[in-house]
């Protein structure tokens, strides 16, 4: 029988360093992939390796479960998307109500190539940390798209993929909250000091919450998401 085993996207960011913590906490083999696009915020995949160390060596117990990372450049992404998140321009809302961070199809792309490595690896379980809770809205964050996409590649591959995604129904404070749940204060602090979310690859400011410029869509939501969290305990501690 084979060794129950998954592949993590894994960019390094808040919602996918919860996701590779759940999956480690489940899996018996677990491998990382992260996507080069030429993404604004390329800080994440330096941040990523270093995270995947201290997870190693904070959680012994996941360590060897924890397999090889595998990093793919995509430079055609970013060079036919014209986003804020691969160009300098103003994060802003555009007519179609979306906001200019969103890369179509961008995580399409990425399962189909998850799935392209995953097939070569022996697996067949792909996560991510997508989510249709507290997100700005990117048709393909959404449950139908992405369970649509796993028959699409179990039909293209011949192969039964999964996606899994464990945060699609869970917001931001909830994801504070998975963390301590999962791995306690060391977590959290973890995910504090080590991931890295701000659009802008803002590493300078260091909020409660961790770091980023504070005001871009991103910094907002882990911001929000934070105090919330924060006034869920205070009160869950009054009673
Ligand atoms: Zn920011």
């Not at 084979?2 to 919602?15: C, E, K, M, R, W």
């Not at 995270?51 to 924890?66: I, K, M, N, V």
């Not at 999962?182 to 260091?206: M, N, P, Q």
Request: aromatic share 10%.
């Amino acid at each position: 029988m084979s060794i129950p085993s998954a592949l993590v996207l894994f960019s390094g960011g808040q919602d996918s360093t919860v996701c590779l913590a759940k999956t480690l906490d489940r899996y018996d083999r677990v491998e990382t992939v992260g996507f080069a696009y030429g993404q604004r915020h390329e800080v994440e995949l330096e941040t990523r390796l270093r995270l995947l160390a201290d997870l190693r060596q904070s959680f012994p117990e996941w360590s060897g479960r924890l397999g090889a990372d595998h990093v793919l450049a995509l430079p055609t992404l970013g060079r036919i998307s014209e986003t804020s998140l691969t160009r300098e321009v103003a994060i802003e809302i555009e007519t179609g109500g979306l906001p200019n961070t969103f890369v179509p199809g961008r995580n399409l792309l990425f399962f189909t190539y998850a799935a392209a490595l995953a097939y070569r690896r022996g697996i067949t379980t792909l996560v991510g940390g997508m989510c249709e809770t507290d997100y700005s809205g990117y048709p393909d964050c959404r449950n139908d798209t992405l369970q649509t996409l796993a028959d699409a590649l179990s039909l293209g591959m011949d192969r039964a993929f999964t996606i899994e995604t464990p945060l699609m129904y869970v917001d931001k404070a909830g994801t504070w909250a998975l963390a301590e749940r999962i791995g306690g204060a060391t977590l959290v602090d973890l995910i504090i000091e080590g991931t890295h979310t701000c659009y802008l690859g803002d590493r300078k400011h260091r909020h409660v919450w961790g770091y980023g410029c504070g005001t871009c869509p991103a910094c907002d939501l882990r911001a929000k998401g934070w105090d919330t969290w924060q006034t869920v305990k205070r009160s869950a501690a009054t009673y």
